[in-house]
Nanobody
């Protein structure tokens, strides 16, 4: 199983980035999918999640209204559109797959993790 995150980079505050997470070895339509992030010296935190059906999404309060998670099950890919980026959004962003039950915001629900992609927002 591989979750390949891409799309990170360096952007100025107020800018946008779109992250992609392409899955192989697993059919994401069977899983809830999420994005987490980890800044230096901090714990990995929940950012956004989307139910396997795509009909329900969840966001951390810190990104609500700025980030949008989506999925294309036909392409076996999950996306994270990030707008109005702030310096505090700087982190390594990880995509992950969780079983269908339980709370998609809970890190412990996730069984597969990608390698992460760096997002740096300059002020």
């Amino acid at each position: 199983v591989q979750l390949q995150a891409s799309g990170g980079g360096l952007v100025q505050a107020g800018g946008s980035l779109k992250l992609s997470c392409a899955a192989s070895g697993v059919t994401i339509s069977n899983y809830n999918m999420g994005w987490f992030r980890q800044a230096p010296g901090k714990e990995r935190e929940f950012v956004a999640a989307i139910r396997w059906s795509g009909y329900r999404t969840y966001y951390a309060d810190s990104v609500k209204g700025r980030f949008t998670i989506s999925r294309d099950n036909a392409k076996n890919t999950v996306y994270l559109q990030m707008n109005s980026l702030k310096p505090e959004d700087t982190a390594v962003y990880y995509c992950a797959a969780a079983d269908n039950g339980g709370d998609p915001k809970e890190r412990s629900r996730y069984v597969y993790w990608g390698q992460g992609t760096q997002v740096t927002v300059s002020s």
